[in-house]
């Protein structure tokens, strides 16, 4: 069985930007990581907003269980009919902070 030492990979920008925009169950090293959101093209609304942020915090989550952050805040806000953006807050084990920001775009 392959084994990757997490610990190396200190760049959380990029562990959680990996995480949100890879396909679900289709990454050959593990069926869970990843997200849908790619494939979410639902009008946005509240509803839409709730579920963009349910999946990314999803997506996310690993991050925390596997030790690499203490705690993980995901926020949004609609900006206009299409587009959303996201901010992920990221607590790390010392306590510093990083703020990764994003964009959904429904179209």
């Known amino acids: 069985m392959l084994e990757i030492d997490l610990n190396k990979y200190n760049n ?14 289709k990454w050959w090293a ?15 609304s509240k509803e839409t907003q709730n579920e963009v942020k349910r999946i990314i915090t999803d997506s ?3 991050i ?3 030790g690499l952050a ?4 995901v926020d949004t806000e609609i900006e206009n009919k299409s587009r ?3 901010s992920v807050l ?9 703020i990764i920001k994003g964009v959904w775009n429904n179209e």
């Open 12 to 25: 959380i920008e990029y562990l959680v930007s990996m995480s949100i925009y890879s396909n679900k169950n």
């Open 64 to 66: 925390v269980e596997d």
């Open 30 to 44: 593990d069926n869970y990581f990843g997200s849908d959101l790619f494939a979410k093209k639902d009008k946005l």
């Open 84 to 86: 959303l953006n996201y």
């Open 60 to 62: 996310i989550e690993w």
């Open 90 to 98: 990221v607590r790390k084990p010392d306590n510093n902070t990083e």
């Open 70 to 73: 203490k705690d993980i805040e």
